[in-house]
């Protein structure tokens, strides 16, 4: 009977130890849903995040053709615009020396 008693006690702290692990299962268990619902959450905004960066990043580099083209394009209206004087310049003169031919 001492033996059946000390059975008991061992079994009812054996069955407190077990509710208690299971209870710390469930616990680690929630706690675990809630770190994978963190970190894809995280994850869904660093992917959000790292969309709009490439985007503006497109944006940019487009930016970034149309102002070269630009300079290109400014560059080119120099190199006319400086040709068109000497030109002028050159019309000028054979004028000048039209008129000279003219008065001799």
Same mark, same amino acid.
């Given at each position: 009977?001492?033996?059946?008693? =000390?059975?008991? $006690? ?14 710390e299962c469930a616990r680690l268990s929630?706690?675990?849903? /809630? +770190? ?6 995280? /994850?869904?905004?660093?992917?959000? $995040?790292? %969309?709009? +960066?490439?985007?503006?990043? =497109?944006?940019?580099?487009? %930016?970034? %053709? ?5 300079? $290109? ?24 020396? =039209? ?6």
């Open positions: 009977m001492v033996r059946r008693l =000390g059975h008991r $006690r061992r079994t009812k702290r054996l069955e407190a130890q077990l509710v208690e692990a299971e209870s929630r706690t675990l849903d /809630q +770190v994978k619902a963190e970190r894809e959450r995280i /994850q869904a905004e660093a992917t959000n $995040r790292r %969309e709009d +960066v490439e985007r503006e990043l =497109g944006m940019t580099k487009n %930016e970034l %053709e149309v102002a070269k083209s630009k300079i $290109r394009l400014y560059a080119d209206y120099d190199e006319i615009k400086r040709e068109l004087e000497i030109m002028k310049v050159r019309m000028d003169i054979s004028n000048l020396s =039209g008129r000279i031919t003219d008065d001799s």
